[in-house]
Every structure is written in structure tokens, then in C-alpha cells.
């Protein structure tokens, strides 16, 4: 059985930093790209980055691009997602996603909530 | 990265079949054929229904389906059912990045 668990969210002040965590398990972790997406309260999805299987691509939304760095260790099984420069506009809970094909998320984990406020 | 423009709303009754449409640009709808759909739940994790465009992941009813027309795709939802009610998000492959859509709220009467 495929399973997602993000963690590391919390309350950090503006101008802050935090790194989350997912842990894969029931699949070839390092035969896919993964990706992270945000869900702000009551709003949308909102893709924010995405790693290759190898780690050697990565690419960003514009709103978070220089400010988050996304990586993977494939030895543990693990996504990260470096957040510095934290803004309030940050605040959400972030889903860690295994991409099936050219963007189709096919398993999600149940989000880490992230709060930016002083 | 513009989001793609999603219906905010939707709305039929029991058995009805219901259409949302996803609206984006020839960088992402209408320059691949990689268009997903996802059905959230309140407090759940987003599910996959549709990807490529039209294809079903294994478990998913029949009753959904998708398509695409230039730069618009749409999912249909056939013979609705009270379990159907949840918010729907369309995305697309814009090379490189993923863009979402605005997620469209749907109503079984």
C-alpha cells in the first residue's frame, strides 16, 4: 500500500524557516517524480515544486521560486522541502504528491500545516 | 503560471449529469494531453479521477469521464449520486510545471 506522511509544520514567525519531510513507503520511491502542493484555508491547490526521480531537475512556482528548495533522498525514502523566507502568504497545509505521469498525482499524503504568523 | 479558470460552482440533482469545464492557455491545456482531475473531499487529501485527459485510474466509476477541446477540458459526471458532492480541481502539464485550476464547488441537490 502507498503511503505519503508529511511532517515538520508548525507555527514560524515571518522572515522564518522550516523544512519539511515525507515519507514514502509501499512503492519504488526513486522510480518518481514527486512533488509538493500547498492548500491555503478555505482556498485552492496550488502546485509548488517538483524534484525528478534522480534529484536532478527541479522547478518551481514563481511565488515560492528562490525562497524554497525542494530534495530527495532516495536511500531514506524521503522528500524534503526547504522553506526560508517565510511569508504569511505561506500559511497552508502542504501535500506531498507522487507524480504517476507529466503531473498526474496519483497518491497524496494528508498535509502538514504550515502557519506563518507573528 | 496563471491558474486555469474553473467554474466556482456546480450543481445537480440525483441520476443528472452534470459538466465542469477547466479553461487555460496552448502552455498548458491545449498544448498537452495531460489534464488530471481531482475530487476533494472537506478534510480529506485530493483523489485522483482523470488523467490524461480521459483515462480512469483503477477503482474510479465509469460515471466519470473527461475530455478536451482546444484549450478547455471538461469532466462529466453521469447518474450523480449524494457522494459525488465535493470541490473538483482541474491541472494541467505546462512543461516543467504543474497549474491547477480554481477548484469548482459541486452540489447534489
Known amino acids: 500500500e502507498v503511503q505519503l506522511v508529511e511532517s515538520g509544520g508548525v507555527v514560524v514567525q515571518p522572515g522564518g524557516s522550516l523544512r519539511l519531510s515525507c515519507a514514502a513507503s509501499?512503492?519504488?520511491?526513486?522510480?518518481?517524480?514527486m512533488h509538493w502542493v500547498r492548500q491555503a484555508p478555505g482556498k485552492g491547490l496550488e502546485w509548488v515544486s517538483l524534484?525528478?526521480?534522480?534529484?536532478?531537475?527541479?522547478y518551481y512556482a514563481d511565488s515560492v521560486k528562490g525562497r524554497f528548495t525542494i530534495s530527495r533522498d532516495n536511500s531514506k525514502n524521503s522528500l524534503y522541502l526547504q522553506m526560508n523566507s517565510l511569508r504569511t502568504e505561506d500559511t497552508a497545509l502542504y501535500y506531498c504528491?507522487?507524480?504517476?505521469?507529466?503531473?498526474?498525482?496519483?497518491?497524496w499524503g494528508q498535509g502538514t500545516l504550515v502557519t506563518v504568523s507573528s | 503560471q496563471s491558474a486555469l479558470t474553473q467554474p466556482p460552482s456546480a450543481s445537480g440533482s440525483p441520476g443528472q449529469s452534470v459538466t465542469i469545464s477547466c479553461t487555460g492557455t496552448?502552455?498548458?491545456?491545449?498544448?498537452?494531453?495531460?489534464v488530471s482531475w481531482y475530487q476533494q473531499h472537506p478534510g480529506k487529501a485530493p483523489k485522483l479521477m482523470i488523467y490524461?485527459?480521459?483515462k480512469r485510474p483503477s477503482g474510479v466509476p465509469d460515471r466519470f469521464s473527461g475530455s478536451k477541446s482546444g484549450n478547455t477540458a471538461s469532466l462529466t459526471v453521469s447518474g450523480l449520486q449524494a457522494e459525488d458532492e465535493a470541490d473538483y480541481y482541474c491541472s494541467s502539464y505546462a512543461g516543467s510545471s504543474v497549474v491547477f485550476g480554481g477548484g469548482t464547488k459541486l452540489t447534489v441537490l
Open positions: 509501499g512503492f519504488t520511491f526513486d522510480d518518481y517524480t
Open positions: 524534484i525528478s526521480w534522480d534529484g536532478g531537475s527541479t
Open positions: 490524461e485527459v480521459s
Open positions: 496552448s502552455s498548458d491545456v491545449g498544448g498537452y494531453n495531460y
Open positions: 504528491a507522487k507524480d504517476e505521469d507529466y503531473g498526474s498525482l496519483d497518491y
